[in-house]
């Protein structure tokens, strides 16, 4: 079963890398590093899933 990676903190360029090999449809919301991701780390991706990231330049988001 394929699961979602964990992207906190990654740049935008190292989330879509993790994803890619998944086939998942990427849907952003901001830009900077990884700061929410549904689904959650670990979850199992189902055949059409859709990733959802919310990246933001916030002080102290690695």
């Known amino acids: 079963t394929r699961r979602m ?4 903190g990654k740049t935008l360029r190292q ?3 993790a994803l890619e090999p998944l086939r998942v449809e990427v849907r952003l919301a901001g830009q900077g ?4 991701q549904v689904p959650g ?4 991706l189902e055949s059409g899933a859709v ?3 919310t990246l933001t ?3 102290g988001a690695r």
């Open 57 to 59: 330049h916030a002080a």
């Open 33 to 36: 590093r990884v700061v929410r």
């Open 5 to 8: 990676p964990d992207l906190a």
């Open 51 to 53: 990733a959802r990231l």
């Open 15 to 17: 989330a879509l890398g």
């Open 41 to 44: 780390p670990g979850e199992p």
